[in-house]
């Protein structure tokens, strides 16, 4: 089992940042792919970035250059940097653990985009 909490979530304005960070417990951290989807109002859940367990990332085309996906494994945190935001970003944001087809999912963190 792995308890995921995600935080750091907000309004921003246009063009402005934020970093969400998800703190992981239960099971060895460091063995799971991890990873950072979104849903906004609406619509389906998507994939925004992961990160395996060595490390290898992965983005959807439309945050490419502006999200940066990384991990703590030490601190068992996953954290995804967001830059130059735009109100099309606006969604639930979720932090996802995989290993061996099971997926454990955070319970999400609003981030809102608007002037």
Do not use: H
């Amino acid at each position: 089992q792995v308890q995921l909490v995600e935080s750091g979530g907000g309004l921003v304005q246009p063009g402005g940042s934020l970093r969400l960070s998800c703190a992981a417990s239960g099971n060895i951290f460091s063995f799971y792919d991890m990873g950072w989807y979104r849903q906004a109002p609406g619509k389906q859940r998507d994939l925004v970035a992961t990160i395996t367990r060595d490390g290898t990332t992965n983005y959807v085309d439309s945050v490419k250059g502006r999200f940066t996906i990384s991990r703590d494994n030490a601190k068992n945190t996953v954290y995804l940097q967001m830059n130059n935001l735009k109100p099309e970003d606006t969604a639930v944001y979720f932090c996802i653990a995989e290993r061996i087809g099971v997926a454990y999912w955070g319970q999400g963190t609003q981030v809102t985009v608007s002037s």
